[in-house]
C-alpha cells in the first residue's frame, strides 16, 4: 500500500510538471523598420548643364538644384536631401536610398563647383 502509494504521488507529480515543460512560446517577430522617405523626381524637357567640381568623377548640376551631381563612375546621380545621400539612373528619376555611396561623397556635398 505505501509503495502504490508512493507510485501514484510520485506519478502526479511528473505529470504536473510536464505541461511546463513543455510548453509553446510564441515570439513576434521583429518590428519592421520604417521606410525612408525619399524626396520627389525633378521635372525638365532636357538634362541639365554639367560643372565639374573639385572631386574628380563628379559634376554639379546646380541649374536644377544646389545638391544634384552625377558620379561618372558609377553612372548614377546622386542627391543630397534629407540629411543623406540618394541615388537615381536619370536626373528626373525616381530617388532611392544607394546600396553604396561611392567613397567621394561620403563626407557630404561637396561645398562649391569649380
Known amino acids: 500500500m505505501k509503495l502504490r502509494f508512493r507510485v501514484l ?5 511528473l505529470v504536473a510538471c510536464v505541461p511546463g515543460s ?4 510564441i515570439e513576434p517577430p521583429p518590428p519592421v523598420p520604417p521606410e525612408l522617405p525619399v524626396p520627389a523626381p525633378f521635372e525638365g524637357d532636357r538634362p541639365p548643364r554639367l560643372e565639374p567640381t573639385s572631386l574628380p568623377g563628379l559634376e554639379a ?3 536644377v538644384d544646389p545638391t544634384l551631381y552625377y ?7 546622386f542627391r543630397y536631401a534629407m ?3 540618394y541615388e537615381a539612373f536619370t536626373w528626373d528619376g525616381h530617388w532611392f536610398p544607394p546600396e553604396r ?5 561620403k563626407q557630404g556635398p561637396p561645398s562649391q563647383p569649380r
Open 83 to 85: 540629411n543623406r545621400w
Open 71 to 77: 558620379y561618372a563612375p558609377f553612372e548614377r546621380w
Open 9 to 13: 504521488t510520485s506519478g502526479l507529480w
Open 61 to 63: 548640376a546646380p541649374s
Open 22 to 25: 513543455f510548453g509553446i512560446w
Open 101 to 105: 555611396v561611392p567613397e567621394p561623397l
